[in-house]
T-cell receptor, first 115, second 112 residues
Framework: DAGVTQSPTHLIKTRGQQVTLRCSPK?????VSWYQQALGQGPQFIFQ???????QRGNFPDRFSGHQFPNYSSELNVNALLLGDSALYLC??????????????FGNGTRLTVT | GESVGLHLPTLSVQEGDNSIINCAYS??????FIWYKQESGKGPQFIID?????DKRQGQRVTVLLNKTVKHLSLQIAATQPGDSAVYFC???????????FGRGTSLIVHP
């Protein structure tokens, strides 16, 4: 049973460029959340996708956008990259529905470096 | 704003000792709490969770305690092993939000 997979594992971009990160959720999961983790900090919520729609969004600018496909996989796009966007980008999947939350299952992330 | 934080940024223990990692939360509406372990170069790994209608939950070598009166959460690791060395995060969410908020993390260092 494959867990959450993310690609690529590492990426180096230049300021002003655009980047796309990809995520495949754990088998049986239908919800994908994206987090940004700066060095030495806890993950910060970017947004969550369910049923191919953005359901909730954290405090991130419109330069951050995403998409969810019918097979539940997801992409995170960041436009006009800034040096401050350098971070570990984590994808997490879960099962939505029901009264209680289910725990997020994380991938190992994509390390993005903006130069 | 509402936040989740940790009392100690670094905890050093000897192998075989019991470890206790503490976490304070400020959102009284939080009703679901999770502990994650993050090893270097990896994503956070789910350890154990607890809902607000419980005050204790046990797993394999781990116990989570929830004190809603003082908004405090702790993770106890029994017989700590070198493989337990990692950063531990507590996270909380409010019913229906499905979005856990993470604290900064505590680095656990286990000395052999």
């Amino acid at each position: 049973d494959a867990g959450v997979t993310q690609s690529p594992t590492h990426l180096i971009k230049t300021r002003g460029q655009q980047v796309t990160l990809r995520c495949s959720p754990k088998s049986g999961h239908d919800t994908v959340s994206w987090y940004q983790q700066a060095l030495g900090q806890g993950p910060q919520f970017i947004f969550q996708y369910y049923e191919e729609e953005e359901r909730q969004r954290g405090n991130f600018p419109d330069r951050f956008s995403g998409h969810q496909f019918p097979n539940y996989s997801s992409e995170l796009n960041v436009n006009a990259l800034l040096l401050g966007d350098s971070a570990l980008y984590l994808c997490a999947s879960s099962q939505r529905g029901g009264r209680w939350n289910s725990p997020l299952h994380f991938g190992n992330g994509t390390r993005l470096t903006v130069t | 704003g509402e936040s989740v934080g940790l009392h100690l940024p670094t905890l050093s223990v000897q192998e075989g000792d019991n470890s206790i990692i503490n976490c304070a939360y400020s959102n009284s509406a939080s009703d679901y709490f999770i502990w994650y372990k993050q090893e270097s170069g990896k994503g956070p790994q789910f350890i154990i969770d607890i809902r607000s209608n419980m005050d204790k939950r046990q797993g394999q070598r781990v116990t989570v305690l929830l004190n809603k009166t003082v908004k405090h959460l702790s993770l106890q690791i029994a017989a700590t092993q070198p493989g337990d060395s990692a950063v531990y995060f507590c996270a909380e969410s409010t019913g229906g939000s499905y979005i856990p908020t993470f604290g900064r993390g505590t680095s656990l260092i286990v000395h052999p």
